[in-house]
């Protein structure tokens, strides 16, 4: 079943900040975040598993609510190069293939 | 970092053609490869999930006859658009899973863009 993300979009300056929702009613086993460029293959960002988890690179983090089945991905002091549409894929199980939500598509500007 | 290859990056054919579309995990042996296709603006939907030496699982709505998936090996996939139209233009993105480790890591290919005419 396809999680489902939220926003839908984002706008942003330089520096602002967002945070991405992506909420699934089955119990997950773990959630994967990707960011895509127009006309490129999805970029791994990061994978959060069952258990509870966040973590975080630089300036991107995510967090992983079991209970809720919920995940938010957090972009702080956003630079251009963060412009893109990110999704997240889930899995119910381990070895299956991530199911994809719709996206968000994030534009920051100067 | 596990590389997943994918060739052509971009194919034109015309209608009633086949193509096949190659994908190749380079540094790493796969269990595991899954087909994705993906329209303008929209997500990535999950084509069919082929484990090497068996029978792909195609997802509701896949039509099996027409997307023909072969897993030879543990490190190539490939993907046949038979008899295409122009319906079947979108941008087609395979991914690997390595065999041990405890995530299921999936690393994706560059994709390859089709445009039937």
């Known amino acids: 079943q396809q999680p489902v993300q939220s926003p839908q979009a984002v706008i942003l300056r330089e520096g602002e900040d967002a945070v991405i929702n992506c909420s699934s009613s089955k119990a997950l086993y773990s959630v994967h975040w990707y960011r895509q460029k127009h006309g490129e293959a999805p970029v791994f960002l990061m994978i959060?598993?069952?258990?509870?988890e966040q973590k975080g690179h630089e300036k991107i983090s995510a967090s992983f609510n079991e209970k809720k089945q919920q995940s938010s991905l957090y972009l702080t002091a956003s630079q251009l190069s963060y412009s893109g549409t990110y999704f997240c894929?889930?899995?119910?199980?381990?070895?299956?293939?991530?199911?994809f939500g719709k996206g968000t598509t994030l534009s920051v500007s100067s | 970092g596990a590389v997943v290859s994918q060739h052509p990056s971009w194919v034109i054919c015309k209608s009633g053609t086949s193509v096949k579309i190659e994908c190749r995990s380079l540094d790493f042996q796969a269990t595991t490869m899954f087909w994705y296709r993906q329209f303008p603006k929209q997500s990535l939907m999950l084509m069919a999930t082929s484990n090497e030496g068996s029978k792909a699982t195609y997802e509701q709505g896949v039509e099996k006859d027409k997307f023909l998936i072969n897993h030879a090996s543990l490190t190539l996939s490939t993907l046949t658009v038979t008899s295409a139209h122009p319906e079947d233009s979108s941008f087609y993105i395979c991914?690997?899973?390595?065999?041990?480790?405890?995530?299921?890591?999936?690393?994706f290919g560059p994709g390859t863009r089709l445009t039937v005419t």
């Open positions: 991914s690997a899973s390595l065999i041990a480790g405890g995530p299921y890591e999936q690393y």
């Open positions: 894929g889930t899995r119910s199980q381990a070895g299956t293939a991530l199911i």
């Open positions: 959060l598993l069952k258990g509870g």
